[in-house]
């Protein structure tokens, strides 16, 4: 069973400002929920309960929401608003949360290595980039259709999606494989390709399960894309050593670090509310 799950969350999210110049991305609310508090709950509904962040400068918020509030609780107690915070009282008495700062924002592959010191490196572990919004109405979170996924085959898994061609330049691109329908053997990945260079239209999302040999190679990887630590880059090295795969996942994805995926979200969420299950 994987129990810990890695949520970097050091950036500064630059595509929201202002709203983001003294709040963290990942507290911007779809509907009344912050899109982190999404993101542990489909950890916890994978079997998560060691809930580690990557923080930054500015990033209190985060910390504040998944701790007491006091004042606040003893303001509402006994009234129907108590019934508006059963959901992360739940995830707060059934999950421990851990953070770490990453000091500089040297990239993502940087962030996850960060989180060695919360997680460890005797066991595989997940990692949600809360900013990419999933849900599967009916169905598992994407997270738990992962670690399904790897009790099977026991190696690190990247969530995958096609995306238009003209839209590869905003991801991980891989191309493999597919061993099982919707199942890719990675042989090949690129971070943020132009459309001629994309290996093919399969774009990595913001899910993985990383096995963690991963912490050794993203020590031995060099600054890519941009001049950042790639988790892509690191994760083709482990590829070529031993097996990676790509999931097609089961589910729809927002994109909620950008304006439109944000709005795409909101509304989506406000159309299906009763739809989507909740996790207890
Ligand atoms: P993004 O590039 O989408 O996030 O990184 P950003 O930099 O905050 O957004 P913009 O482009 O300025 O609007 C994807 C995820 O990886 C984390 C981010 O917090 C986000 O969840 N990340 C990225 C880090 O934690 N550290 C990094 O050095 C880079």
Do not use: W
Request: charged share 25%; net charge neutral; hydrophobic share 35%.
């Amino acid at each position: 069973m994987i129990k810990k799950c890695l949520f970097p969350a050091a950036g500064y999210g630059t595509r929201f400002l202002p709203a983001t110049k003294a709040m963290p991305k990942e507290m911007l609310p779809i509907l009344t929920k912050p899109l982190i508090q999404y993101g542990v709950e489909e950890a916890y509904e994978a079997g998560c309960d060691v809930i580690s962040i990557i923080t930054g400068r500015g990033k209190r918020a985060i910390t504040d929401h998944f701790d007491i509030s006091y004042e606040l609780e003893h303001q509402i107690q006994g009234t129907d608003k108590e019934s508006l915070l059963i959901d992360i009282r739940a995830l707060m008495e059934k999950c421990t949360f851990t953070y770490t700062p990453q000091n500089e924002m040297k990239g993502l592959g940087d962030a996850i290595y960060k989180g060695k010191a919360l997680v460890g490196d005797e066991s595989p572990f997940c990692v949600i980039l809360a900013d990419d919004l999933c849900v599967n109405p009916g169905g598992d979170g994407v997270m738990k259709q992962m670690v399904k996924l790897y009790e099977k085959y026991r190696c690190s898994i990247v969530a995958i999606m096609e995306v238009p061609k003209d839209q590869v330049h905003k991801y991980g691109v891989i191309s493999g494989k597919e061993i099982e329908n919707g199942i890719y053997m990675i042989d090949n990945m690129v971070e943020k390709p132009d459309i001629d260079k994309a290996p093919s239209n399969l774009a990595i999302i913001g899910r993985y399960i990383l096995t963690p040999d991963i912490f050794e190679i993203i020590s031995n990887t060099k600054p890519g894309k941009n001049g950042e630590l790639q988790i892509t880059d690191a994760l083709l090295t482990q590829a070529k050593k031993g097996m990676v795969l790509g999931y097609k996942f089961k589910g729809k994805r927002f994109d909620c670090g950008s304006l439109d995926g944000f709005v795409e979200a909101t509304n989506y969420y406000y159309n299906n509310i009763e739809k989507i299950k909740k996790v207890k």
